[in-house]
């Protein structure tokens, strides 16, 4: 990846920074994942100034495979969010790879707004599977509406399969919808629905059938 103005030095530090999302794409070739890569800018959010991209991830992150490779999605990123009209001149999958990256920005608005413009293509290509399922534990309820509106039968099979791969992870998933209910939700700062009409729990019912019913067929 070459970014304009850095040396190559610079550059080489660069790409051995940003291989911590690229390894997120492992089915994707090289140069579609470079391509969305570069449309973030290495700026962080609170001050616009430009840092080490170390500084704009998370240490901390979800461990699980998918389609048999072992990704680390980041807890949160702190990119500032591509320049207006960068995203123009990606293709449907390039624009599909930086979508998934900032599902696990720091906002939540902008969580909110990318999960909105993914869920819109016409096709979702099978490398989004962990980024829309990681936010099935979201605390946002927006958020959560937002996947409970687009979660079609045709996108079921594909958190299953997840699931079958990551029991543990599973279980996690499961663990934080209701802790985040009880911390966010029970207390009625932000409304106060029962757990069991809790959009998150409702998510989780629909998967818990769609596993029933796998395991019958």
Known sequence: MEIEGTRPKEQQVLAQELGRLARLFPTVAPAEVQAALACLPLCKVSSGEEVPVSNLLSPDGYLLTWQGKQLELPYRIYFQEPALGAEQLLTDRQRQLLQCLYLRHH?????????????????????????????LSDYVQEILEVLAAHLAPALLPSYVRLIGENPRYWSQTQGRVASYWDIYYRTGRRG??????????????????????NASN
């Open 107 to 135: 906002d939540g608005f902008v969580r909110q707004r990318y999960l909105q413009q993914l869920l819109a293509s016409a096709e979702l290509e099978a490398f989004t599977t962990p980024f829309t399922f990681s936010l």
């Open 192 to 213: 106060s629905p029962q757990f069991r009409h809790y959009v998150g729990n409702r998510l989780l019912k629909k998967l818990r059938a769609a596993l029933q019913e």
